[in-house]
Nanobody, 119 residues
Framework: QVQLVESGGGLVQAGGSLRLSCAVS????????MGWYRQAPGKQRELVAT???????NYADSVKGRFTISRDNAKNTVHLQMNSLKPEDTAVYFC?????????????WGQGTQVTVSS
């Protein structure tokens, strides 16, 4: 079984910063693409940023220049550095990982971590 555990959410004032982390654990697996998604109240879950195993990145237009995604393949972790936060960044942030295990590919989600940006 594979689990994703997120950390680093919280309450911050507009203009502040937060760093989210996600650790993938389990047995006999390898992690391919990873990413962060978010879901605000009453809205659909949306992509924030993704990163491939060789660290190619992709960002939503709304976070370009403010957020940075990174990963550590040796530790199976992915991070999201969020700077210049805005109230509209308030959402539950979910970690996502595409995992190869026992010759099959799986898509896993974390439990979500709340990010609240006050004006």
């Amino acid at each position: 079984q594979v689990q994703l555990v997120e950390s680093g959410g919280g309450l911050v004032q507009a203009g502040g910063s937060l760093r989210l982390s996600c650790a993938v654990s389990g047995n006999r697996f390898s992690v391919n693409d990873m990413g962060w998604y978010r879901q605000a109240p009453g809205k659909q879950r949306e992509l924030v940023a993704t990163i491939t195993r060789d660290s190619s990145t992709n960002y939503a237009d709304s976070v370009k220049g403010r957020f940075t995604i990174s990963r550590d393949n040796a530790k199976n972790t992915v991070h999201l550095q969020m700077n210049s936060l805005k109230p509209e960044d308030t959402a539950v942030y979910f970690c996502n990982a595409h995992v190869a295990r026992l010759f099959q590919d799986y898509n896993y989600w974390g439990q979500g971590t709340q990010v609240t940006v006050s004006s």
